[in-house]
């Protein structure tokens, strides 16, 4: 029997289901905390806790005493973490698919290999898998792995969840990554599988994942539909920020 899942997260996937469905549209406040609680049944707590979460997922603004007000239909994907598009897809109410394309163990174009510092003629193991929300198309991923991580991954299960939960249960040290942020215009085979139509902007994600040692394990170029991905980076200045 299925846990019943905390109040604060039913509230959160109810409103961001009317965000995302245009029943609150954007520039649209939404109810009063007083009027969500009645609704949900709740206290202010777990009321707040919800409008929290919508609002780290940039799709509510407003706070301390004003209505919140919706800013977009589309959550961020959130930069701080170092989360699989699984676990992302699940904290931001979506329900994750995928279909690998094709997998092999090749030789990698000389700038992935130089970014995976291995030799010319080292083979990786190179895949593609289209990622669903949903069950629609959403993103597109190019992933390389150094051949002694990726070799596992020939005979695994891919369409069945998380490389990097799959890879984390065997063990493997992933310990940071660095991102690249651009757009892109679809190619054929992203037009191809993403359904839109060749030159549609796509939001690229471009990362190299290294272990605790610093050494490169992982490179991956991630093709997002940008309506269905939006990346939020937020800055703090510290007081003690030297003035230039």
Same mark, same amino acid.
């Given at each position: 029997m299925a846990a019943t899942p905390p109040l604060h997260r039913t509230?959160?996937?109810?409103? $961001?289901? $009317?965000? $995302? @469905?245009?029943?609150?549209?954007?520039?649209?406040? +939404? #109810? @009063?905390?007083? *009027?969500?609680?009645?609704?949900?049944s709740a206290s202010r707590g777990p009321v707040r806790q919800a409008l929290a979460t919508l609002r780290d997922e940039g799709l509510i603004g407003g706070g301390q005493g004003r209505r919140a007000v919706v800013l977009d239909t589309v959550p961020t994907q959130p930069f701080e973490s170092?989360?699989?598009?699984? $676990? *992302?897809?699940?904290?931001?109410?979506?329900? /994750?698919?995928q279909k690998l394309q094709e997998i092999a163990l090749r030789r990698p174009e000389p700038e992935i290999a130089a970014a995976l510092q291995i030799g #010319?003629?080292?083979? !990786?193991? &190179? +895949?593609? *898998?289209? *990622?669903?929300?949903?069950?629609r198309p959403a993103m597109l991923e190019r992933m390389t792995y150094v051949? @002694? +991580?990726?070799? /596992? +991954?020939?005979? !695994?299960?891919?369409?069945?969840?998380?490389?990097? !939960?799959?890879?984390?249960? &065997?063990?493997?040290?992933?310990? @940071?990554?660095?991102?690249?942020?651009?757009?892109? #215009? !679809?190619?054929?085979?992203?037009a191809k599988l993403l359904n839109v139509p060749e030159g549609f902007p796509l939001l690229r994600e471009r990362r190299l994942t290294t272990d605790s040692q610093g050494i490169p394990v992982e490179w991956s170029e991630d093709r997002y539909r940008s309506d269905t991905a939006t990346v939020t980076v937020t800055n703090t200045r510290s007081s003690r920020t030297a003035m230039l």
């Open positions: 509230i959160a996937a109810e409103l $961001r289901h $009317r965000i $995302r @469905s245009g029943n609150l549209a954007v520039g649209r406040s +939404l #109810p @009063s905390e007083s *009027r969500l609680c009645e609704e949900f170092f989360l699989s598009f699984t $676990r *992302r897809a699940e904290l931001t109410g979506y329900s /994750p698919g #010319p003629d080292d083979l !990786a193991v &190179q +895949l593609v *898998r289209l *990622r669903l929300l949903d069950g051949e @002694s +991580l990726g070799r /596992p +991954l020939i005979s !695994a299960d891919l369409d069945a969840g998380s490389i990097y !939960a799959l890879l984390t249960e &065997q063990g493997v040290d992933l310990h @940071s990554a660095r991102h690249t942020f651009d757009a892109v #215009p !679809a190619n054929a085979l992203d």
